[in-house]
């Protein structure tokens, strides 16, 4: 019998709650050359039942007697697996339809990458309507896969001959593995791609808590620490040194002081400060803007109740930042509104925005320019029509924030799309964008960038 091409490996412990919506997410692909390789990993939970309940012979189904964590769970499914191609499924995640035939034909048209990935949809905290897409760069390299999370496992596919040229992943790094694997493939000359369009749906949970901080980010300075060791690391890779632990550091900060562990977020905080003061410099600063995107990130939760307990907890040299709570709580309940409104839940965004207006909270360039991020990924994945319906939307809500607001949204949107049409020499189409971005904002006749691509579009289109 011939072997598949692909193999879906999903490590399950205590999911399954989950996984029958993940496992159908993949037998529902509109490309059926697979296998799926279920490990259980020791679960306490009914996951036999629930996998009793599937027959198709596609799918394997591994037990462990004792539980080994999750990256051993990883290497017992793919060790039992015999696919070329290997897509990592996280048990509480789900597949897009597409995902398996675009990242196959990805692959065969790109024969020197390794690993492939995509854009994702986040879904909000124990729910199934979605909050907003990640889309992470089309190129990654190691200093970014060292300093941070471009992709998530579920957003992953590798060739099995470099998953077993690196030797899988290490049981050894613990929590760290999501940047281990990674960078060792980075190391080992393996080459990465992205596919520009969302393909899998991220779940996240309510009330959650994370566990060992402090072992956390022990192990991901092990994994920094061999990364810089080896002799195969550029020097400017090796030349971030302490630095590579800030984006890590920020997460453990929030975590902790949204779990309560008051001297634990205190240690951290003044370690991220030490490491870049920077960090505190600014109204809004760089971490005040980091905690609230922690504290919106669940919609089922009051994000004033806890920036509340986080700006509490901060340590007594930092307690002037409270001066910029007010500022967070407003721009919360507006980031919300916005995202509420883009992906169809008007009702909640109407509430939020009107928490925004009483807040007084405010547009500006900063969140022009995060809106203006999503909207594009929005065309991108439903195209032209549904990101202009989708500002038609928006605009009132914002117009009553800020005077011209959605107007001025629409205009930023305009210009950066027609930015993209001109590096992708679509001449022709760039003026028609510039001029509905002027009648947005006519202050755009003062940028130079705007006038610029809008006269060489004009010239390239007449004289060819």
Known sequence: MKSPLVSVIIPAYNQAEFLPETIQSVLNQSYQDFEIIVVNDASTDNTDEVMAQFTDPRIKYIVHEKNQRLSAARNTGINASTGGIIFLLDADDLFHPDKLRAHVEFLAEHPEVGVSYNARFELNHSSNTIREMWRPPLSVGLKDLVIGFPFSPSDTVVRRE????????????????????????????????????ALNYRRYHSGRGRANLPGRINDVERVQAAVFADPRCPEEVRALGRMAIKHHLMVVVSLALIQNETELAHEYVRSLVELDPSVTEGDPCELTEFLLSECVADESEDHETLLARVFAQLPPELEWLSSQYDWAIGRGWLWKGIRAVLWGR?????????????????????????????????ETEFGTDAVMQALSRLRPYINRVTRRGGDLLEG???????????????????????LRALRNDPSYLMNRGVVSIFLRSMTRTVFG
């Open 346 to 378: 008007e009702s909640d965004g109407r509430a939020y925005f009107a928490r925004a207006t009483a807040h007084g909270a405010s547009v500006d360039d900063s969140l022009m320019q995060l809106a203006t991020y999503h909207l594009l990924g929005y």
């Open 162 to 197: 470099w998953a077993f040229k690196v030797g899988l992943f290490d049981p050894e790094v613990r929590t760290a593995e999501d940047t281990d694997f990674p960078c060792r493939l980075a190391l080992a000359g393996c080459q990465f791609a992205g596919i520009n369009r």
């Open 412 to 434: 930023s949107y305009l210009v950066n799309r027609a930015f993209e049409r001109y590096r992708a020499s679509e001449y022709r189409r760039v003026p028609g964008i510039v």
